[in-house]
């Protein structure tokens, strides 16, 4: 019954290592969906699941973003090399979203991402 | 260029006052979501209201709708200091209803 939840809460990354973030959505959700928000600013969509499949990576900024959801339900979001624009917070979010319409999406708290 | 934008960008009110906010958006879409979110956190989904509704009402909250000018709005009654957040609408176009688009919302303030 709990919500979404990612870890690590916060991160702070040296610039130039990997970085791995984690969204566990609600069980059953079928749909995951990950954003980057830069301060003051609105989520702007990265890229989408549906079950195992990543059927739009169209706001991945750069070929050093890569997520995975291998089995349908956990997904990983993976930073290479990372930069000081990659400061931001992440956030996932899932929905029961077959497929026909969009749903209303449930957010986790996000994971802050501070680059030095 | 953004899909949806909100405005005002700062609205700052008196506790029980109502606070309106609008939203913009440039192409079709399959409908609209407002959501909240308090510094810090994730986002809480609002209210949805669907393409072919003009209105929604949920508790405190009121929705419209004019897909002829791409806008909605959503008014708060009765304000609270708890309402105090970021308001942002999501905007699902019609072909690609599963890529939401957010605008840098509107920072709603309410002084007790």
């Known amino acids: 019954g709990a919500g979404v939840s990612q870890s690590p809460r916060y991160k702070v990354a040296k610039r130039g290592q990997d970085v791995a973030l984690r969204c566990d959505p609600i069980s059953g959700h079928v749909s995951l969906f990950w954003y980057q928000q830069a301060l003051g600013q609105g989520p702007e969509f990265l890229t989408y699941?549906?079950?195992?499949?990543?059927?739009?990576k169209s706001g991945l900024p750069s070929d050093r973003f890569f997520a995975e959801r291998p089995e349908g339900s956990v997904s990983t979001l993976k930073i290479q090399r990372t930069q000081q624009e990659d400061s931001a917070v992440y956030l996932c979010?899932?929905?029961?979203?077959?497929?026909?319409?969009?749903?209303?999406?449930?957010f986790g708290p996000g994971t802050r991402l501070t680059v030095t | 260029s953004q899909q949806g934008e909100e405005d005002p960008q700062a609205l700052s009110i008196q506790e029980g006052e109502n606070a309106t906010m609008n939203c913009s958006y440039k192409t079709s879409i399959n409908n609209l979501q407002w959501y909240r979110q308090n510094s810090g956190r994730g986002l809480v989904h609002l209210i949805l209201i669907r393409s072919n509704e003009r209105e929604k009402h949920s508790g405190r909250l009121r929705v419209t709708l004019d897909t002829s000018k791409k806008s909605s709005s959503l008014l708060i009654t009765a304000s609270r200091a708890a309402d105090t957040a970021s308001y942002f609408c999501a905007t699902p176009p019609k072909d690609n209803f599963n890529k939401f688009y957010f605008g840098s919302g509107t920072k709603l303030n309410v002084k007790p």
């Open positions: 699941f549906q079950n195992e499949a990543q059927l739009d």
């Open positions: 979010a899932s929905s029961l979203a077959l497929g026909g319409t969009s749903y209303e999406q449930y």
